[in-house]
Nanobody
Framework: QVQLVESGGGLVQAGGSLRLSCAASGGTLSPYATGWFRQAPGKEREFVARISAGGLNTIYADSVKGRFTCSRDNAKNTVYLQMNSLQSEDTAVYYC?????????????????WGQGTQVTVSS
């Protein structure tokens, strides 16, 4: 069974950048789409971004479009989320998730495996 581990979260000032990583073990990420979601305190989990298995197709939530970039290195079995121009509204726990297919949408039930999450805190 695939296990996902996120890293790269932390505390950053507004306007700053972070790069999150999602590393897989016990299986390979390369045949499947990988998504990023986030959950802020008191709010539901929301979709952030998704990258297709081959890495050529990405989709983003409107709230992060133009600021966040999702990429993958299948040789390293790792997916990344580069986050620029961070705002206080981006504060949340960020999760990566692996889908069952090479393409997936923005709904949590499209994804079979989830990491434990990494905290991102943006101070204003």
């Amino acid at each position: 069974q695939v296990q996902l581990v996120e890293s790269g979260g932390g505390l950053v000032q507004a306007g700053g950048s972070l790069r999150l990583s999602c590393a897989a073990s016990g299986g390979t990420l390369s045949p499947y789409a990988t998504g990023w979601f986030r959950q802020a305190p008191g709010k539901e989990r929301e979709f952030v971004a998704r990258i297709s298995a081959g890495g050529l197709n990405t989709i983003y939530a409107d709230s992060v479009k133009g600021r966040f970039t999702c990429s993958r290195d299948n040789a390293k079995n790792t997916v990344y989320l580069q986050m620029n121009s961070l705002q206080s509204e981006d504060t949340a726990v960020y999760y990566c998730a692996s889908a069952r297919l090479g393409l997936a949408g923005s709904r949590p039930h499209d994804y079979a495996y989830w990491g434990q999450g990494t905290q991102v805190t943006v101070s204003s």
